[in-house]
């Protein structure tokens, strides 16, 4: 089974940027479709985006469409989520995850998770 590791969060002010990184080890992440959640205190774990296996398509939570961009390099076994114009309301742990299908957005779905990575966002 596909190990995940995330990396890349912090602490930043509304506005900043941040990428984040999931790196995958112990197997090939080129032929699945992958995707990003979040976990905000006191909340269920929710999706935010997802990609297919090439990159080719993407798919957005309205709540960040036009701010964030997911990416991947296969060559890399790296999935990334860029997020611009960082807002309070953005502060939560964030997952990286192996599913089937791009616009799958179910966190039952999806078979390997890495351990999350924590962005807060000062306003």
């Known amino acids: 089974q596909v190990q995940l590791v995330e990396s890349g969060g912090g602490s930043v002010q509304a506005g900043d940027s941040l990428r984040l990184s999931c790196a995958a080890s112990g197997g090939t992440i080129g032929s699945y479709a992958m995707a990003w959640f979040r976990r905000a205190p006191g909340k269920e774990r929710e999706w935010v985006a997802g990609?297919?296996?090439?990159?080719?398509?993407?798919f957005y939570a309205r709540h960040v469409k036009g701010r964030f961009t997911i990416s991947r390099d296969n060559g890399k076994n790296t999935l990334y989520l860029q997020m611009n114009s960082l807002k309070p309301e953005n502060t939560a742990v964030y997952y990286c995850?192996?599913?089937?299908?791009?616009?799958?957005?179910?966190?039952?779905?999806?078979?390997?998770w890495g351990q999350g990575t924590q962005v807060t966002v000062y306003s």
């Open positions: 990609i297919d296996w090439s990159g080719g398509s993407t």
């Open positions: 995850a192996v599913g089937d299908s791009p616009v799958e957005t179910i966190e039952a779905d999806f078979r390997s």
